[in-house]
């Protein structure tokens, strides 16, 4: 019998955010690798590619033809996974195994640059903002509609995270109901509000920031750290320092800071495997509900699959669906990693 | 405003096993894809392989030589993600936000086939008998271990599922404690069992055959149907028809039905795209723990990645790691095509 060692010892660690468990191996760290390698592209994009439908000034699927635009560009998504019908609807409660209701909603594409080749890490502090800007008047105005309830502010980055483009791009899904990840994390936000008298993120950040070994990026506003209870090999998310609920909510010099950090965040990690590094990244915010929200405290996530190098991923396959995720590196480690690297892109250095 | 047509409008659907919702988008199965494409071979492979560590009688990554196996073949993992030591643990109530367990476990590969180049629905039917013994036995011998209360067995076929050999095999992770989608599972089990003193998915068996629509394969025994909460497009799940808890109570006619069921299943989804299918496949049931298990029946999931052909997935990503799951085709759509394929393998054709 031995005691406990969090840097060596299989365990299990908790999410407070959505009451889940995560099993991690700190010790698998250096199991061979003979699985599937990711396509890794090299080759320089053009600044401009004619048969982009994102470029300015190409035309869409749908025939229409996008605009000379200059910083960001949002268009409707002409495949949406929702319609903004409004669908009568009379609750069938005979079937208790065939619970279906209808969901409206809109899906937005938000063009980050007209430049084809350029992604968050290589662009001006300024553009950043200008996105920024974005989001913030699409979660004003899509939260504004009576029926939208919820903004979903997300990016897809690189073909194994599903991209069909690498036009840098994110999208928009706005929709009536919280969605089931949003809905679980409102919960326990709003359990430990209701317990605690207290803002669940803001006490992990204050308790983070203490201990300092998960901290990836400090600036004046805002931290990026590898959660605790982290999924993704170099899983991170991002936390404002003073407590408010949405984007909205940023002042001038926290809407910089936020630029500033989303660059030096994804910079570290083009760095780490010397690639464009893929991953999903999203805001979780307040509601658009009508509604206080003060249990919601802003924070983005990013989940990257990458695990060993630019072509080998995590799996979260067998065991992680049926079971529960499973990671092979410390959230430790992986923060130390990420705070040791760069802050210049390498393609500067 | 119109009527809500399930088989037309997006909608969400409720899971009860996991109380969670699945975004339906019908009316998006024709976007186009110019995304990412996965590696398909369609070179045969050979019987045996020199070079694969799974082979008989060949050294695997420790040294060890596998033996002359005619039939099945287990061995612990070389890189098992968890481990059997004692771990002495206080729990530290003083950090609310890192609360870290040890995890004790034992994680095995069940090689199905001596031969490299089979795969379930190639084998024959005394063959998958032989592998459901195997895993009865392995249930039986891992849960008998004191500290082990759950014994996930399950399957990453293919390498788009992380699977990093071809040869056919297996892998189960026995453990102390209830994996988070295994506890979710049964506490929506139990409640229900608590509050209709009936089993939930033998109701849900029940209900399923009498509509029709979503069964894929019925036998004397089981049902394949694709679920009504499914989450990837050809999602199946196998329910026994008889109401018991775990893989050792199966009778002798009701292991062959299920050896059938298995067989015929993944002969349909090999003929869907006439291609070895990928999927992570699992079962669920009793844990291990000492206790009844009323509420538990046994069943084995299936979550098959692949959307439109061989090479074009389903990818689960920026909105489906933030909000929820999201499909393009229907559960009753994907029943149906799966119901129609020949029950003959398409290389026998
Ligand atoms: O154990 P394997 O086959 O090497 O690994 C595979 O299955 C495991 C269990 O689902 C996953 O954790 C790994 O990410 C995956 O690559
Ligand atoms: O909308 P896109 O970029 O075509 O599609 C991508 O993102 C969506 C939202 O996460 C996913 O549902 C799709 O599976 C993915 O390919």
């Known amino acids: 019998m031995r005691n406990f060692d969090i840097n060596e010892d299989p365990h299990r660690r908790y999410n407070p955010l959505i009451n889940e468990w995560v099993l991690v191996s700190p010790h698998r760290a250096k199991r061979p690798w003979q699985g599937q390698n990711e396509l890794v592209v090299t080759e320089p994009l053009p600044k401009y590619d004619p048969t982009c439908y994102l470029c300015p000034e190409n035309v869409r699927a749908n025939g229409m033809k996008n605009p000379k635009y200059e910083s960001s ?60 800007k974005t989001w913030q008047k699409e979660y004003t105005d899509l939260g504004a509609i009576k029926y939208i309830n919820h903004v979903q502010i997300f990016e897809n980055k690189g073909s194994v995270m599903g991209c069909s483009n690498p036009h840098p791009h994110g999208q928009i899904w706005a929709q009536s109901s919280l969605p089931t990840q949003v809905e679980k994390t409102q919960n326990n936000l709003k359990g430990y509000f209701d317990k605690y008298k207290s803002n669940m993120l803001q006490d992990y950040l204050e308790a983070e920031l203490k201990k300092g070994d998960r901290i990836v990026i400090e600036n004046d506003h805002f931290v990026a750290l590898v959660p605790f209870w982290a999924i993704w090999p170099y899983e ?109 892109h390498y393609k500067m250095a």
Request: glycine share 4%; proline share 7%; aromatic share 12%.
């Open 73 to 132: 560009f949002v268009f409707e998504n002409d495949f949406a996974a929702m319609k903004q019908d409004e669908i009568i609807y009379e609750e069938d409660i005979k079937y208790t195994f065939f619970q279906a209701k209808p969901e409206r909603g809109i899906s937005r594409v938000v063009c980050f640059s007209p430049r084809h080749d350029l992604t968050l890490p290589e662009m001006e502090i300024a553009d950043i903002e200008n996105i920024i």
């Open 236 to 344: 991170t998310m991002i936390i404002s320092k003073r407590h408010f609920g949405k984007i909205t909510d940023l002042t001038p010099e926290e809407a910089t800071a936020f630029a500033k950090i989303l660059k030096q965040l994804t910079i570290k990690y083009d760095n780490l495997f010397q690639t464009s590094f893929p991953y999903s990244s999203g805001i979780h915010q307040a509601p658009t509900d009508g509604y206080d929200h003060p249990e919601w405290q802003f924070h983005m996530h990013f989940y990257p699959p990458l695990l060993r190098s630019a072509s080998v991923k995590k799996f979260m396959v067998g065991y992680e669906m049926l079971g529960e995720s499973q990671r092979d590196i410390t959230p430790e480690k992986s923060a130390a990693i990420l705070r040791e690297l760069p802050d210049l």
